[in-house]
């Protein structure tokens, strides 16, 4: 209990600075001899030991040896002064050698026990009275045995309270003192006396009392930690004091543990106000803290021949360790059986955690028990997702709200992760929860992980009538003076009563444990729920497709794996492809594409049977064991009809009907192979061969595709190496303009000698360059031997025209293109509106965003673009009019048909009108005829690029191209053109 603040905290500090081991002064019952360890001489002595030793004085004995005035017996007849103990004096054979000064007085040494202990660099010798006959002495040694035997009693007790009573009673009787007191100290430094026996001259008066913190101060409690034994024989007697009162180091002696020390004024006069004579006590320490005190009082002074010998000391001592021994034990086991009932309980609810039971819903089952266990009237658990409060204790929240305000709570605290208490939460001064008005107690457990959580408990008040042994105030402060402050100690000790209000019953420490295991239990299960849900997921993942939820390629590829080990070919493997799929990604985006894949995915799903595997193996591509009886190519064929069955209804994404195709390859083992890499090496080639031969269609596997498949491998294999062979060239293919007949362009276009196989079309090797990421190497050798090729006519002076070259998909999502071109441009000196950038339609729609982007950079960089092989894709005139285009080619398919087919005509006429109409310069590709020429000329068109004009030709060739196509056009054109 805290808060009972007895005195003002600078009189509390004045107190606490009280030397009280420092006094210089002896009780006068015996005498003190101090020597210095180095040599052996005297260089202090009480001034009462000439009313001790007949014929000495003190002054006499100053600067002597010690073996001067004292006769050692074994064992310290040969060990020096610096074997005595520092602490605990020890009794000591030695005799004082009375005869030397008043041999005729028959002084006897026997009369006297010496007590010697070790004090810094001196030696502190007590001479203390002991029995005055052998017969007494006899005497007291029965009583003493009779008494071990009921201290040997005490070590029986298996109540503590019952032992501290029994305790009390045999201190009492064992020595003779009217009143024998345990004391016990309590967290707020304040004492309770918890047992007391009296003689018959007395009453029971002060059990059940307390006694404020400032009547024992803290420098006391520290020294009663070492200084277990404390004798005072007589208040009254006035007190010798050292001679000379300095150590030759001119410090005070320091008596801490001296048996005959004086005590302080101020505490003389505290007993003497309670009516006490002579004191006996005897510390109790657990843990190395200072737990309480036995004290014994008396009416009358416990002097010579009554005083406190060796032998009531010894036994003093070991009731006072069988007391710490039993107290300590009877205290652990009373938390011992409150830990078993903790530990039971919790290990229950987390067997039932373990179990899968809900978190919340064992919270609330289990919550009697908890607010049982805890004494308590709430529990709330602030843990990730879980959110809870229970119990009777009354709210003004919700639980959301009540947790909120005790994490900000938490947060104002600021503490280390562990428990934190309160238990005055209602008293003036505290700041209470608002949303739980009848806590007056919160133990709380919190720890961080990814952000706080949290538990805790409350208690509501209870009010509590404290009995003081007098009202707990010192009395009027005293001046001294030095300008020194002192206390004045208390004169009442009549029983005072207050009434504490706002505080709970304080919280154990057995508690604090138990809510911080609840914690960690919380913690511990729910991030193993959180690991085994996570595991759930990552293996699921690992095992499945995330778009489909069917197999993935590495789980299918095991299975197949693990049948065809077993001998088992009873299937066909099946590979599906969606046909065209990469058009609806670009024209509609990849979000629909992802529709499309999830219906088909659920469509082949809905037609397969239980013994059948359906895996998705990436992109559009699809993966099939269908069981058989033995492996036939017909019944695969058979089924593999029902697949295409499935794509006949067009696909409902968002409202958009798109119609789909499948094309299926199909591998048998174990003809087709033996392995999972086998089979699906042949079925991608039955796949290849359906798609080849016009889509929509099923293929199984046969051995003559192998070679093609070959071929395509090896030719690939070469274009690798293509460019470091110098086997790629470039051509350039005149642009003409139709109204003034005259070449204001070119085009730039790379073809490939194969050095076995002649001249490779580029209609051959550009997919596989695109399929074998090959294709960005091939553009930026193109864009350099176009600029170089433009440097090289500069320095001839022949005319810089335009050159067009043509950029990938994988070009334009590569990060560096722009810097590229842009370096090429400074590095042969040639400027930006000497090159113009084309990239096809079907890029554009890929990626809209990142190509207009890119086209954007170009421009800033004055570099011109335009869109190649227009009315082939799926682009609008919406998307059109989003980019920073400055042309866009006709494709030669309209070119070659638009005079023989109508409806090509009029898209090629809307085409060029759309153009001019976007202020753009329209080209037409494919222009083989005269008639062609005359009819884009007719309708609009700019300019004019195919066959008719000239073929692509060499760098070499193309000016002289240029003449001879500017002198043909020339003759050729109408008069009104050559004026």
């Known amino acids: 209990m805290q808060g009972y603040d007895t005195i003002p905290t600078e009189l509390e500090k004045a107190c606490a600075q009280e030397p009280i081991h420092l006094l210089g002064t002896v009780q006068p019952h015996g005498f003190l001899i101090v020597a210095q360890i180095s040599d052996g001489r005297i260089v202090q002595v009480s001034s009462g030991i000439a009313r001790h030793w007949p014929g000495l004085t003190a002054e006499s004995m100053f600067g002597t040896p010690l073996l001067d005035w004292i006769e050692r017996g074994a064992p310290f007849d040969t060990l020096g002064l610096d074997a005595l103990p520092p602490v605990r004096p020890m009794a000591l054979p030695w005799r004082a050698r009375f005869e030397r000064t008043a041999p005729a007085q028959q002084q006897a040494s026997d009369d006297w026990a010496c007590l010697g202990h070790r004090s810094g660099d001196v030696a502190v010798l007590e001479w203390l009275p002991q029995a005055t006959s052998a017969a007494r002495r006899r005497a007291e040694g029965r009583e003493f045995a009779d008494i071990a035997s009921l201290i040997a009693r005490l070590r029986h007790a298996d109540r503590i309270g019952t032992f501290l009573d029994d305790c009390a009673k045999v201190v009492r009787g064992f020595t003779g003192f009217d009143r024998v007191m345990i004391y016990r100290f309590l967290p707020d430094g304040c004492g309770e006396v918890i047992a007391e026996q009296c003689g018959e001259q007395c009453e029971q008066r002060f059990v059940g009392l ?6 024992i101060p803290a420098q006391a409690r520290a020294l009663y930690l070492t200084n277990r034994l404390r004798v005072l024989a007589d208040v009254e007697a006035p007190a010798d004091t050292l001679v000379p009162p300095l150590l030759p180091d001119g410090a005070l002696l320091d008596q801490s543990h001296c048996l005959l020390r004086g005590l302080s004024p101020v505490h003389l006069s505290y007993l003497r106000n309670m009516g006490v004579r002579a004191t006996l006590t005897m510390s109790i320490v657990i843990d190395a803290k200072l737990w309480g005190m036995i004290a014994c009082h008396h009416h009358a002074p416990k002097a010579p021949p009554h005083q406190v010998r060796e032998a009531l000391r010894q036994l003093c001592e070991l009731t006072a360790e069988v007391a710490t021994m039993r107290i300590e034990t009877l205290t652990k086991l009373e938390a011992v059986d409150q830990r078993l009932a903790m530990g039971n309980l919790l290990s229950q609810f987390h067997q039932s955690l373990l179990m899968g039971e809900d978190i919340t819903v064992l919270l609330r089952q289990r919550l009697p028990d908890f607010l049982q266990a805890f004494r308590a009237n709430t529990l709330g658990v602030y843990l990730n997702s879980t959110h809870w409060v229970g119990g009777p204790g009354r709210r003004h929240h919700p639980a959301q709200q009540t947790l909120t305000e005790v994490l900000a709570r938490l947060d104002r605290t600021g503490h280390a992760p562990g428990v934190l208490v309160w238990d005055d939460l209602l008293t003036p001064g505290q700041q209470r929860i608002d949303a739980l008005p009848e806590a007056a107690g919160m133990l709380l457990a919190h720890r961080f992980e990814d952000h706080p959580i949290f538990c805790f408990v409350t208690r509501p008040e209870v009010v509590q009538l404290v009995r003081w042994a007098g009202e707990p105030v010192k009395e009027p402060v005293r001046d001294e003076p030095d300008g020194r402050v002192r206390l ?82 009873d299937a066909a493997l099946m590979l599906l492809d ?31 049977r239980d013994c059948d595997l359906l895996a998705r193996l990436g992109g559009d591509e699809f993966m099939l064991l269908f069981q058989m009886d033995h492996p036939d190519a017909a019944t695969a064929l058979m089924f593999a009809e029902r697949l295409h069955q499935t ?41 290849y061969h359906a798609k080849a031969h016009g889509r929509g269609r099923s293929s199984v596997f046969d051995f003559s595709m192998e070679s093609d498949q070959l071929d395509q491998y090896l030719l690939e294999r070469d274009l690798g190496e293509a460019i470091e062979q110098d086997e790629l060239s470039l051509v350039f293919q005149p642009k003409v303009d139709l109204v003034t007949r005259r070449v204001v362009g070119m085009e730039a276009l ?44 500069r320095d001839q002076g022949l005319p810089t025209l335009p050159v067009s070259v043509n950029l990938s998909m994988a070009d334009i999502l590569s990060t560096n293109v722009v810097d590229y071109l842009g370096a090429l441009l400074d590095e042969f000196n040639v400027p930006a509106s000497a090159l113009e950038i084309e990239v096809t339609e079907s890029a554009v729609m890929r990626e809209l965003t990142r190509t207009r982007n890119v086209l954007a950079a170009l421009n800033t960089r ?40 109508s409806n090509a005509e009029t898209l090629t006429q809307a085409i060029v009108a759309m153009g001019v109409a976007l202020k753009m310069l329209v080209v037409a590709e494919g222009v083989e005829t005269e008639q062609q020429m005359d009819w884009l000329m007719e309708h609009g068109c700019h300019l004019g690029q195919g066959f008719f004009f000239s073929p692509p030709v060499s760098g070499d060739d193309i000016h002289a191209v240029i ?5 043909r056009l020339a003759s050729a054109a109408p008069a009104s053109l050559s004026q």
């Open 210 to 215: 307390r006694f404020p913190a400032s009547d």
């Open 488 to 569: 004045e100690p208390r004169r009442s000790f009549a029983e005072w009563r207050q009434q504490v209000r706002g505080r709970s019953e304080p919280w154990t420490d057995v508690e604090a444990e138990g809510l911080q295991s609840l914690l960690q239990i919380l913690a511990e299960v729910h991030k193993l729920r959180v690991n085994r849900t996570l595991h759930e997921k990552l293996h699921w993942r690992a095992h499945h497709d995330q778009l489909t939820g069917l197999y993935n390629r590495r789980t299918m590829e095991d299975e197949v794996t693990r049948r065809l080990q077993e001998g088992q070919y």
């Open 578 to 608: 969606l046909d065209h799929f990469k058009k609806i990604n670009d024209a509609y985006g990849h979000a629909t594409g992802d529709q499309v894949l999830l219906q088909f995915g659920r469509r082949l799903d809905a037609v397969i």
């Open 647 to 687: 794509v006949t209804q067009p696909f409902d994404i968002n409202g958009q009907q798109l119609r789909m195709g499948v094309s299926v390859g199909i591998a048998l083992p174990p003809a087709h192979g033996r392995t999972v890499g086998e089979l699906l090496r042949r079925a991608d080639l039955a796949l």
């Open 750 to 793: 790379v073809r490939w000698n194969h050095p076995s196989r002649g001249q490779t079309p580029p209609a051959v090797f550009i997919p596989l360059a695109e399929r074998s990421d090959q294709i960005v190497r091939i553009d930026r050798w193109v864009m350099r031997q176009a600029l170089q090729a433009q440097a090289h006519w």
């Open 862 to 901: 004055g570099i011109g673009t335009a869109l190649d092989d227009f009315g082939t894709g799926f682009s609008s005139l919406s998307y059109l009019r989003q980019l920073p285009l400055q042309s866009i080619k006709i494709d030669q398919s309209f070119t070659l048909s638009m005079l023989q087919d």
């Open 963 to 967: 003449r001879n196509i500017e002198l």
